[in-house]
């Protein structure tokens, strides 16, 4: 069993390197999200403009899918802590789900943006658009894929109540997703 | 007072569609302080709940919760 003392310093839930990354990533992201608040102020009329061109449901119903799956995702690691690994992979696949449901409203969005012509070029709104959202679309890609080996190997019995460590990992990676997404869905969608 | 995952994902729903609602219904720009501050609370719902940071050393939430302060300031100055 493992004995870690997460209120040590070089010990938070998920390993302190997961912690580096998502110090860092929040950072990025937020400095692209301060740059694009700096470039509306300077032309607030293109980006009022601009912004009523983006569909305020989808960006909703997105937060609310990844919110949602990072809801069973803390659920999936606490059932694997207490040793319920079926219940874990189970919880595992619905937040895999979700996040795929976030990922094919996103392509929806893109789709109905380049066919309207709002690409990267159009203006720089959507140079910022495409950059944040397109980076961001980009992680949870990859916290799909990262989710879907831990719970394939979990299903070997790789990770069970006493391995839990990548479990959390992974999972931390995948709440970042979720992070980044509530920072900038207000900034382009609401503000 | 046990707070389960279940309660925080219902406040987060809470905050996401209140946050909806309230640029729909008088813009943005009267409720900026309102929308930034739901931002600050579901990052930090997600961040002590979902990710344990409850269990952790406070520095973690210390310095994250200086980024939200940074990243909330400019962003309500440039609005």
Known sequence: METINHKQFFYPPGGILIWIIILVEVITFSAGIIAFAWEGSLSPEVFEASQGMLNTKIGLVNTLLLLTSGFFVAEAVRFLKAGNTIKSQQWMWVAMLLGVGFLVLKGVEYVGKIQHGFDLSHNTFFTYYWLLTGFHFLHVLTGLVILLMLTLKMRQGVYHQSNSLDIETGGAFWHMCDLIWLLLFPVLYLI | ?79
Not at chain 2, 12 to 21: A, D, K, N, P, R
Not at chain 2, 50 to 55: C, D, S, T, Y
């Open chain 2, 1 to 79: 007072m046990k707070i389960n995952n279940a309660s925080v994902l219902f406040a987060l729903i809470l905050l996401t569609v209140g946050s909806y609602f309230f640029s729909e219904e008088s813009g943005a720009s009267g409720n900026l302080a309102f929308l930034i501050l739901f931002v600050l609370l579901k990052v930090l719902l997600v961040v002590i709940y979902f990710m344990e940071l409850k269990v952790a050393h406070l520095a973690w939430l210390a310095v994250l919760s200086l980024m939200l302060i940074v990243y909330a300031g400019f962003v309500f100055s440039l609005n």
